[in-house]
């Protein structure tokens, strides 16, 4: 579903008549604004796995057995492989405070500590709870980095943009109306950069994956998209 919020406030380039400038009389300018709601397409979340082990081989092996585990899973629920990748593979030794003979505190290697985390991103945004339970099964212990988005965000901001000149001029033939004067045609039209935020979605459209028996749903709100644009338009006075 998709909505359209216009909203303007207009700049006048004289005091002395709303549609009037100094030395650039027979100008209107006004600020145009839009912005747009839509529902993402994707889910993508981080899902990994930390292990210990007594020597760098160990910890690595059970943490790379574990990351197999979870990018099978993935693929069974019929995820493509282009949206499974690693983000993360992390190996270090593992410190513990120890206290030495003299009766001082000192450092001791404790074994290591590895980490495995895959990225994977779901179509099916209403299966995302059931994939972060089973990859539980199949040997993770992490889950984080949880987002949505638009597989063609352009298109988005395509639209808004649009929407944004068109309350610019709505806002200009206004301000012509009402002084009097017919509107011209477009002289400048300046874009800034537009932005994006995730906003969260009405309770009853959340998802909430189905569990399987003695397993616990995860609960998933996917949101909504809001894209905004603003544009800067000055448009002529017609004679």
């Known amino acids: ?31 145009g604004r839009a912005s747009q709601e839509v529902a993402p397409d994707f889910a993508s979340v981080e899902i990994g796995v930390e292990s210990r082990g007594a020597t760098p081989a160990a910890a690595l ?3 790379s057995q574990a990351a197999k585990g979870i990018v099978a899973t993935a693929k069974e629920m019929g995820v493509a492989e282009a949206d499974i990748g690693t983000s993360a593979v ?19 290697e404790d074994g290591y500590t ?8 779901l179509a099916e945004m209403g299966r995302l709870g059931d994939l ?6 199949s040997g993770a212990n992490r889950i984080q980095g949880i987002s949505f988005g638009l597989r063609d965000p352009a298109a988005a901001d395509a639209a808004v943009q649009v929407a944004a000149v068109k309350d610019a001029k709505a806002q200009a033939e206004r301000i ?35 569990a399987p028996r003695g397993r616990t749903a995860v609960p998933v709100v996917a949101g909504s ?5 603003e544009v800067d338009a000055v448009f002529a006075i017609g004679r």
Not at 10 to 15: E, F, I, K, Y
Not at 114 to 121: D, F, G, I, L
Not at 132 to 137: A, E, I, S, W
């Open 1 to 31: 579903m998709k909505c359209f919020a216009l909203a303007g406030s207009l700049l006048l380039l004289a005091a002395a008549s709303p549609a009037a400038a100094d030395d650039e009389s027979g100008r209107i300018r006004v600020i």
């Open 61 to 63: 092996d059970a943490a």
């Open 90 to 108: 992390t190996l270090q030794p593992r410190i513990k405070n120890v206290r030495l003979p003299d009766g001082t505190m000192g450092e001791r």
């Open 114 to 121: 590895a980490s495995n985390r895959v990225r994977v991103r």
């Open 132 to 137: 972060m339970r089973r990859t539980l099964d």
């Open 176 to 210: 012509a109306e009402a002084t009097g004067v017919k509107l011209g045609s477009v002289i400048a039209i300046d874009s800034p950069p537009r932005t994006e935020s995730p906003r969260p979605m009405p309770y009853g459209l959340a998802m909430k994956a189905a």
């Open 225 to 229: 998209i809001e894209t905004s644009a």
